[in-house]
Nanobody, 114 residues
Framework: QVQLVESGGGLVQPGGSLTLSCAASGISFSLYTMAWYRQPPGKQRELVAAITSGGRTDIRDSVKGRFTISRDNAKKTVSLQMNSLKPEDTAVYYC????????WGRGTQVTVSS
């Protein structure tokens, strides 16, 4: 059974930082492209960052220079380091694993507000 469990969300002030983590089980983690998506209130889900099995990254333009995605194949985890957070980063953040099929976590809330 595939499980993706996100952690690290919460409330942070503008300009602050958070690190999201996703722990995977039930998949051959090192083969998968791992990604973080987010769904802002009232909007569609959007790709934030992705990292391939080979370590190539793809970062959404609006978060480039502020967010960093990384993976640890030994621990089967993918992380999203988020710096200089803005109110528009407020969203539910979802972990995604993609190979032949897409697998999703349940999401973690990130709220950026003073």
């Amino acid at each position: 059974q595939v499980q993706l469990v996100e952690s690290g969300g919460g409330l942070v002030q503008p300009g602050g930082s958070l690190t999201l983590s996703c722990a995977a089980s039930g998949i051959s983690f090192s083969l998968y492209t791992m990604a973080w998506y987010r769904q802002p209130p009232g909007k569609q889900r959007e790709l934030v960052a992705a990292i391939t099995s080979g370590g190539r990254t793809d970062i959404r333009d609006s978060v480039k220079g502020r967010f960093t995605i990384s993976r640890d194949n030994a621990k089967k985890t993918v992380s999203l380091q988020m710096n200089s957070l803005k109110p528009e980063d407020t969203a539910v953040y979802y972990c995604n694993a993609q190979l032949r099929y897409n697998h999703w976590g349940r999401g973690t809330q990130v709220t950026v507000s003073s």
